[in-house]
């Protein structure tokens, strides 16, 4: 059973930065794919950006792209999301998830595992 254990949330002013990870364990196959989700409530859940096979591929979503990174350190199985340029809207719980590959489930939240989620809060 793999396990996703998030950190890196927290509070901070609109244009300032934050860097979320997830360590996968053990590291198999099935977690090729990393990236992160994000649903506020009553909202619908997004897929923010994700990362195959250590940086083969990856993927941000419009609302993101320019202002967030990620990556991942193979030897620790963590993924990184470097989040700059925070807007209100940005607020919400943000997920890690995992599978093995980043077909086209994935972006309909069709993964195989996910983290716990952790809040990240922009004040304007």
């Known amino acids: 059973q793999v396990q996703l254990v998030e950190s890196g949330g927290g509070s901070v002013q609109a244009g300032g930065s934050l860097r979320l990870s997830c360590t996968a364990s053990?590291?198999?196959?099935?977690?090729?794919?990393m990236g992160w989700f994000r649903q506020g409530p009553g909202k619908e859940r997004e897929a923010v950006a994700h990362i195959y096979n250590g940086g083969a591929s990856t993927y941000y979503a419009d609302s993101v792209k320019g202002r967030f990174t990620i990556s991942q350190d193979n030897a620790k199985n963590t993924v990184y999301l470097q989040m700059n340029n925070l807007k209100p809207e940005d607020t919400t719980m943000y997920y890690c998830?995992?599978?093995?590959?980043?077909?086209?489930?994935?972006?309909?939240?069709?993964?195989?595992?996910w983290g716990q989620g952790t809040q990240v809060t922009v004040s304007s």
């Open positions: 053990p590291n198999t196959y099935s977690t090729k794919c």
């Open positions: 998830a995992a599978d093995g590959v980043c077909g086209g489930r994935w972006y309909w939240g069709l993964v195989g595992y």
